[in-house]
DNA sequence: AAACTGTACAACCGCCGGGTG
DNA sequence: TCACCCGGCGGTTGTACAGTT
């Protein structure tokens, strides 16, 4: 909110605030937005907002920039592996959104904020526990996560028989620490992590999709690309045919000047192929297997371990299944 | 086919901390 | 030191769309 000044200032300041548009931003607002960063890159929203003729506050101008008309923001379903970095990164950090998605690259906080509240909020309020309970944490960390692992791998598996036609040019990504991912369990380090995933590193990875929205200026956009309609669900924490792990695929690695980024060209990416496997940097901050599970007060009769009915996610649909794992996880600890 | 409900996500709001004059 | 501005963050709301009745 702008901070009024008193008297002549406020009444100047109120009558523009009357002209302030507010709400679902149009095409022609989108374009003068973008073609303004483009020449004159992004900051001091507030100046660049008038500067660019928009009716909007700098907050808003700059919201929607970072979190849609950014050429390297990601769209899409979010993917196993980011249901369960996400997972992983909550369970370390809390709700630091910002903080998580810098670790999901092109995703931005608030998608993965919607993805929490839409997705995860809800199946804890179905199985009728807090998000932030001990219980549901256990859920996530001892059944949901392996089980999300498992699934990738499984992906990862059968995409070891495509052929992926590598671009001529490869920018290496290394990973400084291979992680053991054994089955369910997995290792921790932070860093190894960081040195992966920081978008706002120079070595900003980011995945084939990102080529589709990135229109480089005002040449290449199109409304389309920049639809709001909804994209199918994957509100399946791998039930899904998923696309095999965006993130062990092809990785298109910025190379060169890496500071035209508000001058967005496709040419600003290369290709790399295959670099890391994602399993080979997902890691645990908790330690799988390691921490106790409260499961004396997880009886079996409880709502916790019933099944919620949701038919619409059959990774969480497996509810019975989990909680008879649940249980024999408890009996063996 | 219409009404209703649920979901996903874009956008806004209030607060806070850092920078600056 | 203080006031102001700006950017960033997390929480919340509004709304379009899909699915269901």
């Not at 910002?98 to 309020?125: C, F, M």
């Not at 996560?145 to 498992?150: K, N, T």
């Not at 860093?191 to 999709?209: I, K, Q, W, Y």
């Not at 001058?263 to 290369?270: H, R, S």
């Amino acid at each position: 909110m702008e901070v009024k000044g008193s008297n002549s200032n406020t009444i100047i300041q109120s009558e523009e605030e009357m002209d302030l548009r507010r709400g679902p931003w149009t095409v022609d607002e989108d374009l003068a937005l973008i073609n303004y960063i483009a020449n004159h890159g992004e900051g001091r929203w507030n100046s660049l907002a008038r500067s660019a003729g928009l009716k909007r506050t700098g907050k808003s101008c700059r919201l929607r920039w970072l979190n849609y008309l950014r050429p390297d923001v990601r769209r899409g379903n979010i993917t196993l592996e980011e249901q369960l970095l996400i997972l992983e990164l909550h369970g370390r950090w809390g709700n630091r959104w910002s903080k998580i998605a810098q670790y999901l690259p092109g995703r931005t906080d608030n998608e993965i904020k919607n993805y929490w509240r839409t997705r995860v909020q809800k199946h804890a309020k179905q199985l009728k526990c807090d998000v932030n309970s001990k219980q549901f944490k256990d859920a996530m960390r001892y059944l949901w996560m392996p089980r999300l692992v498992e699934r990738i791998q499984a992906a990862a598996a059968a995409a070891t028989t495509d052929t992926v036609t590598a671009a001529a040019t490869v920018t290496t990504v290394t990973p400084t620490t291979i992680a053991n991912s054994n089955n369910t369990r997995y290792s921790y380090d932070d860093n190894n992590l960081n040195n992966n995933f920081d978008v706002h590193s120079g070595n900003m990875v980011v995945t084939p999709t990102i080529m589709n929205n990135n229109f480089g200026g005002s040449q290449s956009y199109t409304p389309e690309n920049s639809s709001t309609g909804t994209v199918a669900s994957s509100d399946s924490f791998g039930a899904q045919v998923s696309p095999i792990s965006d993130l062990t695929q092809d990785y298109y690695v910025p190379v060169g000047n890496n500071n035209n980024k508000n001058n967005p060209n496709p040419d600003y990416y290369q290709q790399a192929h295959d670099q890391l496997g994602f399993l080979d940097c997902i890691t645990s901050p908790s330690g799988l297997y390691t921490q106790e599970m409260d499961f004396q007060s997880m009886e079996p009769n409880t709502p916790w371990i019933q099944n919620d009915g949701d038919t619409s996610s059959s990774f969480w649909n497996v509810n019975v299944e989990n909680m008879l794992l649940f249980q024999q996880l408890g009996d063996t600890m």
